[in-house]
């Protein structure tokens, strides 16, 4: 007997894949085979705790953190017979490679997701997976990126006090490398659509992942008054710091003495906190515009 609900019970079997989930489908079983083929490597050098690691890693952070809520239908809402069975496929193989440091519970659940003949044991079950191709490879950099992305929209949302259930838009400034995942990307941020823009727009706020620039309107969604005191506090606690960065680096006692090395990454401090003062600035200039 299935631990799992069958797909009759899920609701209608004929449902159409939502695009979201063939896209989170294709990456996961690409990382599957990538972090099997890391553990393999791992094994066979007797480094047990860091494979241990590895498969708590994709087990927790990217099947149950990302990939579920990728295919995740909306409340009340069945899911689809594909999606539905390559979770399962997926929940199989991830007991196998979790198998070596947990042998009971993943006994127990092994023989409850699906029907099991009386003589089966999951310790009987060989683990064998292909090594990612390039194309498997480069999917999994650019949903890493994609994941950037989502978090860089979360992250807004977090500072500006915007709810989850709010829709939002995103606007890609220049062109969009990653419209292939604009489903996932979507569903995940909740937005209700994304838009390339030649400029961001003037009340928008963004964020870069790699060399790509993104932002997301904010329109009412925020209080003006309170956002400029906010960063008015930020740019004063930033101007004491680059207040007391300064005056570390015209001493010519520690010039003179501190280490190369020291000395740059001051110098580091200087330029990162000019370039948010400036930043700051111009944040503050566009909200009293409004």
């Known amino acids: 007997m299935e631990c799992f609900p069958s797909c009759s019970r899920l609701g209608d079997c004929d449902i159409d894949q939502p695009e979201a989930n063939k896209i989170a489908i294709k990456w996961f079983d690409a990382k599957l085979k990538e972090v099997n083929a890391e553990m393999e490597e791992q094994f066979k050098s007797y480094r047990i705790s860091e494979a241990l690691m590895t498969v708590y890693k994709l087990f927790w952070d990217e099947f149950s953190s990302w990939y579920l809520e990728m295919i995740k239908p909306e409340y009340g809402k069945p899911i689809d017979k594909q999606t539905y069975e390559a979770t399962l496929r997926f929940f199989d193989t991830l007991l196998k490679m979790l198998h070596p440091f947990m042998p009971f519970i993943t006994e127990e659940l092994w023989q409850h997701i699906f029907d099991r003949k009386g003589n089966e044991s999951i310790m009987l079950e060989k683990l064998e997976l292909a090594q990612p191709t390039d194309e498997e490879k480069t999917l999994i950099v650019k949903i890493e990126n994609m994941k950037q992305i989502v978090g860089g929209i979360r992250t807004i949302r ?129 909200l009293k515009k409004k």
């Open 158 to 286: 977090n500072q500006k006090n915007i709810a989850p259930k709010i829709a939002l838009s995103l606007e890609v400034v220049g062109k969009n490398n990653y419209e292939t995942y604009n489903a996932v990307i979507a569903k995940m941020a909740n937005l209700e659509n994304i838009n390339v823009v030649a400029e961001k727009s003037s009340d928008a706020s963004a964020f870069m992942v790699g060399t790509d620039g993104f932002a997301v309107p904010l329109g009412n969604l925020i209080d003006v008054k309170a956002e400029i005191e906010k960063l008015e506090k930020e740019l004063a606690h930033l101007e004491g710091f680059l207040k007391g960065v300064k005056a570390k680096l015209s001493n010519d006692n520690f010039v003179a003495h501190a280490p190369e090395a020291v000395i740059a990454k001051e110098r580091k401090k200087q330029s990162d906190s000019e370039e948010k003062i400036e930043a700051i600035k111009a944040n503050i200039e566009e």
